[in-house]
Nanobody
Framework: QVQLVESGGGLVQPGGSLRLSCAAS????????MGWYRQPPGKQRESVAG???????NYADSVKGRFTISRDNTNNWVYLQMSSLKPEDTAVYYC???????????????WGQGTQVTVSS
């Protein structure tokens, strides 16, 4: 069984910063990619940032230059440093991991439970 547990959400003023963390735990897997998605109120879930095992990253245009994704491959953590936050960044943020089971070689997507980020004065 694989679990993703997120932390770090909260209320922040416009222009402020937050750091989200996500830890993947379990056995018998190798993580291929990790990423962050978000779902604003009344909207569909969208990709925010991703990082693969080699450290290559990608970002949504709306967060480029403001958000930074990083990962700790040894401990299976992924982080999202968010700066210059705007009210439109308000959303539930979800951690995602695409991983391969070592025995079956099957590839699965796992999701965290979500953490609320609210940007408001």
């Amino acid at each position: 069984q694989v679990q993703l547990v997120e932390s770090g959400g909260g209320l922040v003023q416009p222009g402020g910063s937050l750091r989200l963390s996500c830890a993947a735990s379990g056995t018998d897997f190798r993580i291929l990619t990790m990423g962050w998605y978000r779902q604003p109120p009344g909207k569909q879930r969208e990709s925010v940032a991703g990082i693969n095992i080699n450290g290559s990253t990608n970002y949504a245009d709306s967060v480029k230059g403001r958000f930074t994704i990083s990962r700790d491959n040894t401990n299976n953590w992924v982080y999202l440093q968010m700066s210059s936050l705007k009210p439109e960044d308000t959303a539930v943020y979800y951690c995602n991991a695409r991983l391969k089971r070592l025995i079956s070689q099957a590839v699965y997507d796992y999701w965290g439970q979500g953490t609320q980020v609210t940007v408001s004065s």
